[in-house]
């Protein structure tokens, strides 16, 4: 016999001469089991229906809070919307600036500057000039082509005896041609160099230029920063963001005298149309 069966066989000798023991009726111990399972079996059915029930509210409850978080958005959604509404209506309007910069002053500037040229070209690569020249001296005295061609001379001839007067050929000798300035920049600071800050610059075409300066350069050193960068300082100015003050005004000035001692955005804007006449 299985290890099981010694057990039950056990089990049923031992409840035998419990009963035997204590004079109990078989049958009505049979009727308390009976009984027992009975009141064992309505309480666990209860207690299943009663679960259930609980459940199933629960469950709806957790559902209709699901559904509810999923309609309304939280306010850390409602934040970066509303932010990332806001960047692209400022970069929908840096590009329209952009393109109204370019569409009122670069394209103007491009196309005065291509009829220049081809003005030029024209008129070194056009058609040859064909009116009747008049001969070299002509209506001078004493040097008058009719003169020289008397007595058998060339027009060359006559070039020689025509002399500028001695005054105009010295002024001429004295003037000395104008030196072009050579802008030179300090070498940039290394990261980490202490007193230095780290510029932006934003051309009026949206283009970011950065570097470093030291706040002991002076102004001036930005101006020649933007020349070098083909913004030329007699035609464009460099101004702060916010509140917004024009530096070239201020190019003897060190940066620690103007306050740009931390990093931040600097503008090269055009300089006013009156400055640009004079």
Not at 129 to 135: E, L
Request: charged share 30%; net charge positive; hydrophobic share 35%.
């Amino acid at each position: 016999m299985a290890g099981k069966d010694w057990f039950l066989l056990a089990a049923v000798l031992g409840l035998s001469a419990i009963v035997y023991t204590l004079d109990y009726d078989p049958y009505q111990l049979l009727s308390l089991l009976v009984l027992s399972g009975l009141r064992f079996l309505i309480i666990s059915v209860a207690l299943s229906g009663v679960l259930y029930i609980c459940w199933k509210y629960l469950k709806g409850f957790l559902e209709s809070k699901t559904k509810v978080a999923d309609i309304l958005p939280t306010e850390e959604q409602k934040y970066k919307e509303k932010e990332k509404e806001t960047r692209q209506k400022i970069q929908e309007d840096y590009a329209e600036k952009a393109s109204e910069y370019r569409k009122n002053v670069l394209q103007p500037k491009e196309e005065a500057k291509r009829q220049k040229l081809e003005e030029q070209y024209y008129r070194f690569a056009g058609p040859a000039w064909k009116g009747k020249g008049t001969p070299l001296g002509y209506g001078e005295e004493g040097n008058g082509a009719s003169k020289h061609k008397a007595n058998g001379k060339t027009g060359k001839d006559a070039a020689k005896a025509r002399k500028l007067p001695e005054h105009h050929n010295q002024s001429v000798m004295q003037e000395k041609p104008k030196q072009r300035k050579i802008i030179t920049l300090p070498e940039e600071p290394s990261p980490g160099t202490p007193d230095t800050v780290f510029l932006s610059f934003r051309t009026p075409l949206g283009k970011i230029h950065r570097r470093r300066f030291m706040h002991s350069d002076k102004i001036q050193v930005l101006l020649d920063y933007i020349t070098k960068l083909g913004y030329h300082q007699t035609i464009y100015t460099i101004s702060t963001t916010y509140p917004r003050v024009t530096l070239s005004d201020q190019a003897d000035y060190t940066l620690k005298d103007q306050g740009l001692t931390v990093d931040m955005m600097l503008n090269l804007e055009l300089k006013d149309p009156d400055i640009l006449q004079d």
